[in-house]
């Protein structure tokens, strides 16, 4: 059964699909399209080039765009995607505590995974495009998972130990991290002038001994309980 918008207007939603993918490309338009009046497909996109010229030729309301091809290079997509006014949601392969942060961090309005029913990602961009974000059942018990492990009391003595057992390499991946300003392991790798292998390397020695899964755990980990070690100088 078709959502019912709660839209006043009876203009349809102009969506924008970015997606290089052609199987998912015509899975997605033809969904949005069967949607109509409601919403409808007004371009799509296979480039991060041609996103960027449709942005400006087909005028979209909501850009659904696929996360692994924004994030392979979000200093040329995302930042004219999300300066339009265009409200933004990424559609990733698989959603994780890193997928989370990283759309978090660059300002998307929205995430959803290939497991996302058709019923969700209708109701996603009817709601993104209302100006509310969405985020689905398993970006947000992500979150929630990682907001009850925040919340546990701090242990001091042991979590300055596992800081004092990271290498003076380690603790400077550790800093390029909390620092906030990457958003990939590539782009990590390139800023601290590491291949991506060894970078895969420092950050699995960094979880085993911090005892955390991914980065967003590290990160949340790191700001909880050693900002003050962290900022010192290397």
């Keep these: 059964m078709m959502p019912q918008r709660s839209l006043i207007s009876n203009t349809p939603i102009r969506v924008l699909v970015v997606e ?32 960027l010229i449709q942005l400006t030729a087909a005028e979209p309301d909501v850009v659904l765009m696929k996360y692994e091809l924004a994030m392979t290079a979000p200093q040329a997509v995302l930042p004219g995607v999300l300066t339009s006014g265009r409200h933004t949601l990424l559609f990733a392969e698989d959603v994780e505590a890193d997928t989370l942060a990283c759309t978090l961090r660059c300002g998307a309005h929205g995430l959803l995974s290939r497991r996302s029913s058709a019923d969700e990602i209708v109701k996603a961009i009817e709601k993104t495009h209302q100006g509310e974000l969405w985020f689905g059942r398993e970006a947000t018990g992500i ?23 990271l290498t003076p390499r380690e603790r400077k ?25 060894t970078l895969r390397n420092h950050l699995s020695s960094i979880y085993q001994k911090l005892g955390v899964n991914n980065r967003l755990d590290l990160f949340v980990y790191a700001q909880r309980h050693f900002m003050a070690e962290l900022s010192e100088p290397a």
């Design 143 to 165: 979150a929630l998972n990682v907001m009850r492990r925040g919340a546990e009391p701090p242990r001091d003595h042991v979590d300055k130990h596992r800081l004092d057992a």
């Design 20 to 51: 290089n993918h052609q199987l998912i490309l015509w899975a997605l338009t033809k969904l949005i399209n069967g949607h109509r009046p409601c919403m409808e497909v007004v371009s799509i996109a296979g480039t991060q080039d041609d996103a």
């Design 173 to 197: 991946v550790l800093r390029a991290i909390i620092a906030n300003n990457v958003r990939t392991n590539r782009d990590l790798a390139k800023q601290l002038f590491i291949s991506e292998s």
